[in-house]
């Protein structure tokens, strides 16, 4: 039934500027969550299924150009262009921390444990702070000669990942404080994702999107986009990739065999940040248009608020909500 069916993605509105990131929670009691990223300088929390906005981190005196949930939802973190990165009660709303930097903070990401909390930022540099002694001063990470783009904790926080504006992918030891791997590519790396098991670590650069060995930065496979791609999001079962970019349109590629399977146009603008959920039945984008959007892993299921509707009585697979503003 799914060939008879149109994908219909639900819009979801509220941010006044360009969409830059995306982060899924983990799978909670609740369902899960949905954090963006937006030069407004508001980051929004939606539930994850539906999109429907559940409230605006209010504080920022700048564009938020990160954003990261803790494993129990219970936290988030943002990076923005006032220089500090900021972690806040996820339930309430209210700001917890604010971390100082000498320049624009561009990534944020939490420790396992929920403890650390990683930066990256214009400084070139990498630190992380302790969440319980927020006055104390970070660990720091030199070695990027280019503004940080991504950072991640891996390896149960005993690791980081970082890429640049140096057209390097870099591992570094948190014991140690030293760089352990390092991989240069042809363009500046513009997106970067780590699988939820750890064993794919999935980056964009150019019109690539490249799938490394996390720990030894080794090439598995690289594909060739048809446009500057920006993002790119591992179904978490391998079955597909999702990818996006310059041109507007969603790229969805069987990973296996690296064979282009749909491309379809919903945003105006170029596609920013791309995310699987964390069950794999959705997916979800940020645009320079200043929206996100869901759209279904399996066209025709029913799921969140699309209702799936007998193909003989029609052709489109229609949300009950087409909508959902903030």
Known sequence: MAATLRQTPLTCSGHTRPVVHLAFSQLCP??????????????????????????????????????????????????????????????????????????????????????????????????????????ADPQVFSGH?????????????????????????????KASGQEVQKLEVAHNPTGMELSSDGKTLTVTYGSKVAFLGPETLEMQREVTVPTAVYSASLHPDRSV???????????????????????????????????????????????EDGTLRLWQTTVGKTYGLWKCIDAATTENNVPTKPETTA
Request: with cysteine; proline share 3%.
């Open 30 to 135: 609740d369902g899960y969550f949905l954090i963006s990223a937006s030069k407004d300088g508001k980051p929004m929390m939606r539930q994850g299924n539906t999109g429907d906005w559940i409230g605006t981190f209010e504080g920022h005196k700048g564009a938020v150009w990160g954003v990261a949930l803790n494993a129990d939802t219970s936290r988030a973190a943002t990076a923005a262009a006032d220089f500090t990165a900021k972690v806040w009660d996820a339930v309430s709303g209210e700001e917890l921390h604010s971390f100082s930097h000498s320049h624009i903070v561009k990534a944020v990401d939490f420790s396992p444990s929920s403890t650390e909390l990683l930066t990256g930022s214009n400084e070139k540099l990498l630190k992380i702070f302790d969440i319980a002694k927020p006055e």
């Open 241 to 287: 990739f999702i990818c996006g970019g310059e041109d507007f349109k969603m790229y969805k590629f069987d990973y296996n065999t690296n064979v282009e399977i749909e491309s379809f146009k919903g945003h105006f603008g170029p596609v920013h940040c791309v995310r699987f959920s964390p069950d794999g039945e959705l997916y979800a984008s940020g645009s």
């Open 145 to 173: 000669t280019g503004s940080l783009k991504h950072v991640l904790f891996m390896n149960e926080g005993k690791q980081m990942l970082s890429c640049a504006e140096d057209k390097t992918i870099r591992v570094w030891d």
